[in-house]
């Protein structure tokens, strides 16, 4: 496995490739769930087109965590993630949203262990106490 590959299903009898040391130290990202913080997620998602939006928030949290916003094309989600850090939560989730429609907004704050911290779109706008 090189760097940032993900881990194969290995057929019976044969061994798995071996990690580097350097492997093994980093996280795997992708076909293995990442232990680690938990966050609570309050967002406004503002979009060009809401049907295709609406699709991605209702497969990754489920309709009940998604409301529409007081404007067309508007949503808002509060709902709690899992993962390394907000800024990568932050990420992955714009990412999914901005594949179904590039002219999506995400304005976020993740909170976690009395530490909230905002984001617009991929952007860092600061950490306060919560």
């Known amino acids: 496995m090189g ?3 993900t881990p194969l299903d290995v057929p019976a009898g ?3 490739p071996r990690r580097s040391k350097v ?3 980093l996280p795997v990202r992708l076909g293995v769930a990442v232990t680690g913080t938990r966050f609570h997620l309050s967002a406004k998602i503002s979009t ?3 049907t295709a939006v609406r699709a991605v928030l209702d497969r ?3 309709s009940p965590w998604v409301n529409a916003g007081p404007e067309a094309g ?3 989600l509060e709902t709690e993630m899992e993962g390394a850090s907000a800024r990568e939560l932050n990420r992955d989730l714009l990412s999914e949203l901005r594949r179904a429609e ?3 907004r995400l ?3 993740w909170t976690s262990r009395g530490t909230t911290e905002r984001f617009f779109d991929y952007v860092p706008k600061g950490t306060k106490r919560a």
């Open 3 to 5: 760097l940032g590959s």
């Open 14 to 16: 044969l061994t798995p």
């Open 23 to 25: 492997e093994a130290l």
């Open 48 to 50: 060009e087109n809401p």
């Open 60 to 62: 990754k949290f489920g």
């Open 74 to 76: 508007e949503f808002r």
């Open 102 to 104: 590039k002219r999506t």
């Open 107 to 109: 304005r976020a704050e």
